[in-house]
């Protein structure tokens, strides 16, 4: 994941990324939505945790992690992240 040039996500920016996530209910939308919009931007965990609690599904959130995670501007709080997770296996899957 190639995040050189990369500028941090703005409270706009995120605001304008949460509507268009919560725009369609599909996971497929919502998967290729944060595919487009993490292009040129790192985010806090604060702001990846936003994007992750307007999805339901556990896989859709871990193939979430898996884009947003490399660009996170505060990797050390990485375990609310984590803490997100009810079982065992997905905390292991998604712990930095």
């Known amino acids: 994941e ?6 941090a996500c703005s409270g706009e920016d995120l605001a304008s990324f949460l509507k268009a996530m919560e725009a369609d209910d599909a996971n497929d939308h919502k998967l290729a ?9 790192l985010f806090s ?8 609690e ?14 947003l995670g490399p660009r996170a501007t505060d990797a050390k709080r990485g375990p609310e992240i984590v803490g997100m997770f009810k079982y ?4 292991e899957a998604v712990a930095p």
């Not at 190639?2 to 500028?7: D, E, I, P, R």
């Not at 965990?45 to 992750?52: E, H, P, T, W």
């Not at 065992?88 to 905390?91: I, L």
Request: proline share 0%.
């Open 2 to 7: 190639v995040v050189a040039g990369a500028k």
């Open 33 to 41: 939505t944060v595919k487009s919009w993490k292009e040129g931007r």
């Open 45 to 52: 965990v604060s702001q990846i945790k936003a994007v992750l």
């Open 54 to 67: 307007t999805l339901a599904s556990v896989k859709t959130r871990r193939a979430i992690i898996d884009m």
């Open 88 to 91: 065992e296996a997905d905390k």
